[in-house]
C-alpha cells in the first residue's frame, strides 16, 4: 500500500523535542527517510534508542546556531545520498529550556540581552542558515520544500495572565522569533518559486506535555476546541505539509491550535 512520504527524505532539526520526536515517528510510519538533528544530550540519546537499527533513520549532532555545523551536516548528509526533498526548521529554544530548569523566570524588565539575542541567535538564524543551506545544495537541483515551525504565539500576542503563578511564562524573544519565522517563509516563498521549492509555516497550537489541572483549564478556555492538543495532531498537519499533496501550497502560514486564533 502506498504511504504518504514514500519516496521522500526529510531532514528535521532540534527533532529529539515532544513535537519533533513524534515527526520522527510519523514520518517514519509513512515511508519516509528521515535524518534526525539535534544537540546531543538526553533527548538525542532517547530517540536514537527509540530508532536503533531501523535502516530509514539517521541521526547527526547539528547546533542549528553554528553555521559551520549546518553547512557540514548538509554536505555529510548529501554526499550519503540522503539528498533531503523535506526540510523543517523545528529546533527553538524556549523560555523554559533558555533559564534552565529549576531557574526562576524573568520579568520583562529583568529580561537580559544576551536572552534575548541567545534566542534570536537559535530560533530566527539558525532557521535562516538552515534554509541558507538548503538554497546553496538543493534548491533548484530537484523540487524540495521547507516547512518553519512558528507558534500560536506568532501573530496572536501570549494572555499573559494564565501564567500567573506557574513555573513557566511566554518569553517576549520567543514570541517575536516566531512572528520572524513566517517573514522568512514569505520572503522565500516568492524567491523560490521559479526554482520548484515551496516553504510554508506551521503554527502549532497548545501542546500538551504534563502541564497542571490548572494551567490546562485556563489555556482551554482560550481555544475554541476547550483542551490542548496531542503531539500527534500537530504531526497530522505536519505530515501533510511534508507530502506531495501539498505542492500547490507556498508562503502560507497553516494555523493547528484548536481555533485558538479565530475567536
Ligand atoms: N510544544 C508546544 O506547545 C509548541 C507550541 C507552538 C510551537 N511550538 C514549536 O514547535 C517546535 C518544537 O517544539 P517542542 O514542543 O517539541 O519543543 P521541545 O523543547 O520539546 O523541543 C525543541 C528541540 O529543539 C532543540 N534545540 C534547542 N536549541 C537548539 C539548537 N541550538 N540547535 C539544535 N536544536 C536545538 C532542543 O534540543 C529540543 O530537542 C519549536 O519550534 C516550538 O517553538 C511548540
Given at each position: 500500500m502506498t504511504k504518504q512520504l514514500d519516496g521522500r527524505t526529510v531532514f528535521i532539526t532540534g527533532s529529539g523535542g515532544v513535537l519533533g520526536s513524534t515527526y520522527v515517528r510519523r514520518m517514519l510510519e509513512q515511508g519516509a527517510r528521515v535524518v534526525s538533528t539535534d544537540l546531543p544530550g538526553a533527548r538525542a540519546d532517547a530517540l536514537k534508542a527509540a530508532h536503533?537499527?531501523?535502516?530509514n533513520f539517521r541521526f547527526y549532532d547539528m547546533d542549528v546556531s553554528d553555521e559551520a555545523q549546518v553547512t557540514e551536516i548538509f554536505k555529510r548528509v548529501m554526499a550519503d545520498g540522503w539528498n533531503p526533498n523535506v526540510v523543517l526548521n523545528n529546533a527553538a529554544i524556549t523560555g523554559e529550556m533558555l533559564m534552565g530548569a529549576g531557574k526562576s523566570f524573568p520579568d520583562f524588565a529583568d529580561t537580559s540581552v544576551e536572552d534575548w539575542n541567545k534566542t534570536m541567535h537559535v530560533n530566527l538564524t539558525g532557521a535562516f542558515m538552515v534554509a541558507r543551506q538548503m538554497d546553496r545544495d538543493i534548491v533548484g537541483n530537484y523540487p524540495c520544500t521547507l516547512v518553519n515551525v512558528a507558534s500560536m504565539y506568532a501573530l496572536n500576542g501570549a494572555?499573559?495572565?494564565?501564567?500567573?503563578?506557574?513555573?513557566f511564562k511566554n518569553f517576549s524573544a520567543y514570541g517575536v522569533t516566531k512572528a520572524g519565522i513566517h517573514g522568512l517563509t514569505v520572503w522565500l516563498a516568492g524567491y523560490w518559486a521559479k526554482r520548484q521549492a515551496t516553504v510554508n509555516t506551521i503554527a502549532p497550537g497548545a501542546v500538551f506535555n504534563n502541564h497542571s489541572e490548572e494551567f490546562q483549564k485556563r489555556v482551554g478556555e482560550l481555544i475554541m476546541a476547550g483542551r490542548m492538543c496531542e503531539p500527534d495532531e500537530i504531526a497530522d498537519a505536519m505530515l501533510f505539509l511534508a507530502?506531495?499533496?501539498?505542492?500547490?501550497?507556498?508562503g502560507q502560514m497553516v494555523n493547528v491550535d484548536g481555533g485558538f486564533s479565530a475567536w
Open positions: 536503533d537499527g531501523n535502516e494572555h499573559h495572565p494564565i501564567y500567573d503563578g506557574m513555573p507530502s506531495p499533496q501539498a505542492g500547490y501550497m507556498t
